[in-house]
T-cell receptor, first 113, second 112 residues
């Protein structure tokens, strides 16, 4: 199994631009999580899906952030418009629902200039 | 070497020594706890987990101890190796809904 796949691995953009991060969970996993990691705030849960349905988006910082999961094998996290304070590493993780362990992807390092 | 809670985020340990990483969790109702290891430039990787009905669980070179009375979790690494250098996170699951709440992390550096 390839594990959780994220793309791109690195993204550099200018303030005001739209950013789309992508995630492919492990096949057969029915829960998907988006996290943001910064030095100041650590790992923060932004949103999680169960069976493609958003269950809890209370961690999404503001309306500029949105996430979708159109099917069981793909999710996107979009920031529009992006701001320098959005610079962070964004992780996607998935879970099988039969155990509590979450499997993390390699992350996308986002830099907003 | 030993770190305490989230207030000493770094731990330096001699290769071959045992490491102890401590974590204070916040929710007495949490039922599940997990340790992750994060190497530079990578995502967190599962090390070991434990449920609240256990006090101790052992893996390969790692042991997790849970003290529910004082809401304390620790990770012991035996015979620490250079490859153990990483940031270690504890996490709890407060609501039995697969959502994990992560601690700040402890950076472990292994000295040769």
């Amino acid at each position: 199994d390839a594990g959780v796949i994220q793309s791109p691995r690195h993204e550099v953009t200018e303030m005001g631009q739209e950013v789309t991060l992508r995630c492919k969970p492990i096949s057969g996993h029915n829960s998907l999580f988006w996290y943001r990691q910064t030095m100041m705030r650590g790992l923060e849960l932004l949103i999680y899906f169960n069976n493609n349905v958003p269950i809890d988006d209370s961690g999404m910082p503001e309306d500029r952030f949105s996430a979708k999961m159109p099917n069981a094998s793909f999710s996107t996290l979009k920031i529009q418009p992006s701001e320098p304070r959005d610079s962070a590493v964004y992780f996607c993780a998935s879970n099988s629902g039969r155990a509590n362990e979450q499997f993390f992807g390699p992350g996308t390092r986002l830099t907003v200039l | 070497g030993e770190s305490v809670g989230l207030h000493l985020p770094t731990l330096s340990v001699q290769e071959g020594d045992n490491s102890i990483i401590n974590c204070a969790y916040s929710n007495s109702a949490s039922d599940y706890f997990i340790w992750y290891k994060q190497e530079s430039g990578k995502g967190p990787q599962f090390i070991i987990d434990i449920r609240s009905n256990m006090d101790k669980r052992q893996g390969q070179r790692v042991t997790v101890l849970l003290n529910k009375t004082v809401k304390h979790l620790s990770l012991q690494i035996a015979a620490t190796q250079p490859g153990d250098s990483a940031v270690y996170f504890c996490a709890e699951e407060p609501s039995n809904d697969y959502k994990l709440s992560f601690g700040a992390g402890t950076t472990v550096t292994v000295r040769a």
